[in-house]
C-alpha cells in the first residue's frame, strides 16, 4: 500500500522523518511531494534517505501530479492554512496543491494534519468545514501554548490505518474497559493490581482502524490513551460498573479487557495507623460483565479471563463458567504466570472461546487484538 506524504512549509515538517519511518514500520511504502516552505524547514535529502523515494519539488513532463494522484491515500502532514484554503476552492499553483485537486477527482482518500499557531487554525475554520463536508479527513492538532500543534506520530498512523482499512467495522460502536480498578483502604492507602492497559488499548485501537467509533472506560493505566477515542476515566469497580452501565446501551460491541478487582475493602474515613497491625475486611466485588446484557440484550460481548498457574484444561473450563455466567459471546483466556506475557508485558498467550476453542501461542498484543476483531467482525457484519 503506498501513501503519498505532502509536507508543508509548517516548522512541524522537522517531526515527518520520524513519521515516514512509522509509516513503513506498519508496511507502507511512502512517496513525499515538498513545497518551497517544507524545502527551507527540512532538507529533500532526508525525506529521501527516509523514504527510500526521490522527492518530487515541483513538477516536471513526468507529469507527477497525475501519476501520484491515484495512490492508495494522500496524506498532508503537516497542513498550513495555505494547503487547506487552496485546496478548499480547488487552487492548482504548485506541486502539492495540483497533486491534491487532481486526487479529488479519483476520490483518492485525502488526511490533513494540521499545524500552525491557533489564530490561524481559527481563521481557516470555514475552510476546514468545507473540506470534511467533501470527505477529506482531518487529524485534529494538540492545542497548547496558543498553537494548533502537530499531534503525536501514533495518532496520525492510527488515522492513516483507518483511512486505508477496507473499514468492516463502519458505522459500529465499540466500548472497551482498559487497566486496574482501584479500592480505598483509607484516604491515602488503596490496592489495586497490575493490569497496565496495553491489551484494552491494542484492541480500542484494532476497533477504531477498522472504522468503528471508539469508547473507553479506563481505571489505572500506563499507556497514553489518543486523543481520538472518548475516554471516560474511573477508579473504583463500582466507579467503572456505573460508567459501563450508563454507555453499555448506546454501544454494538463490549470488550471487558480491564482488570476490574474481585474485592472490595471495608475503608477507614481517616488515615489508619502505620504502629500496629491491621486487618482488612474484603468484601467481593459485583462482576461488571454479568450484568452488561441486562442492559443491552443485543450486544456482542467479549470477556477477559486471567488465571495464574493452571493448565490449559483449567483455564479454558475457568473462563467457560465465566462465559456461562455473563452471556458472553466471546471468551480471551490466559495464565498470568507466564513468562513474559500478560501483565504489563506486550506480548501475549491467550485461548479464544466461542462455539471453537482457539489457542493463540505466544503473540504481540496488537496480533491478539486483530485476531480478536476479526472474529467479532464475522459475527455482527
Known amino acids: 500500500m503506498t501513501i503519498v506524504l505532502c509536507v508543508t512549509g509548517s516548522v512541524a515538517a522537522v517531526e515527518t522523518v520520524k513519521l515516514v519511518r512509522e509509516l513503513r514500520r506498519k508496511g507502507y511504502s511512502v512517496k513525499c511531494f515538498m513545497t518551497d516552505g517544507a524545502c527551507d524547514i527540512i532538507n529533500p535529502y532526508a525525506l529521501e534517505f527516509a523514504t527510500g523515494e526521490k522527492v518530487v519539488s515541483k513538477l516536471t513532463g513526468e507529469i507527477e501530479h497525475v501519476k501520484y494522484a491515484n495512490e492508495d491515500l494522500i496524506l498532508v502532514a503537516p497542513a498550513t492554512a495555505n494547503v487547506i484554503s487552496k485546496f478548499a476552492h480547488k487552487i492548482a499553483d504548485n506541486p502539492i496543491n495540483t497533486l491534491l485537486v487532481t486526487a479529488s477527482g479519483y476520490d483518492t482518500p485525502i488526511v490533513f494534519v494540521p499545524s500552525m499557531h491557533q ?42 490505518q483507518r483511512a486505508s482499512s477496507a473499514g468492516d467495522l463502519k458505522g459500529r460502536r465499540v466500548l472497551v474497559s482498559a487497566g486496574g480498578t482501584y479500592e480505598e483502604i483509607d484516604p491515602i492507602r488503596g490496592i489495586t493490581n497490575r493490569s497496565s492497559g ?94 452488561a446484557k441486562e442492559h443491552n440484550p443485543a450486544l456482542y460481548l467479549v470477556g477477559f479471563k486471567a488465571e495464574f498457574g493452571v493448565n490449559q484444561e483449567d483455564l479454558i473450563e475457568s473462563a467457560k463458567k465465566r462465559m456461562r455466567e455473563s452471556g458472553a459471546d466471546l471468551m480471551v483466556a490466559n495464565d498470568v504466570s507466564e513468562v513474559d506475557a500478560g501483565f504489563g508485558s506486550d506480548q501475549n498467550k491467550v485461548v479464544l472461546i466461542d462455539d471453537e476453542i482457539w489457542d493463540i501461542p505466544l503473540s504481540t498484543k496488537e496480533e491478539i487484538s486483530a485476531l480478536i476483531m476479526d472474529k467479532i467482525a464475522e459475527k455482527i457484519n
Do not use: W
Open 119 to 160: 489564530s490561524m487554525y481559527r481563521a481557516v475554520e470555514e475552510n476546514v468545514e468545507k473540506l470534511k463536508k467533501e470527505g477529506v479527513i482531518f487529524v485534529e492538532p494538540k492545542e497548547e501554548e496558543n498553537k494548533a500543534k502537530f499531534p503525536s506520530i501514533d495518532d496520525v498512523v492510527l488515522n492513516v
Open 198 to 291: 496495553k491489551m484494552g488499548l491494542e484492541i480500542a485501537k484494532e476497533a477504531y482502524r477498522r472504522g468503528a467509533e471508539v469508547t473507553m472506560v479506563t481505571g489505572r493505566v500506563d499507556v497514553e490513551i489518543p486523543s481520538v477515542f472518548n475516554c471516560l476515566e474511573v477508579e473504583s469497580t463500582m466507579d467503572m460498573a456505573q460508567a459501563l452501565e450508563d454507555n453499555l446501551k448506546d454501544h454494538d460491541v463490549f470488550i471487558a479487557a480491564a482488570a476490574v478487582s474481585d474485592f472490595v475493602v471495608e475503608k477507614s474515613q481517616s488515615k489508619i495507623s502505620s504502629q500496629k497491625e491491621q486487618t482488612l475486611k474484603l468484601k467481593p466485588a459485583p462482576k461488571v460483565i454479568n450484568k
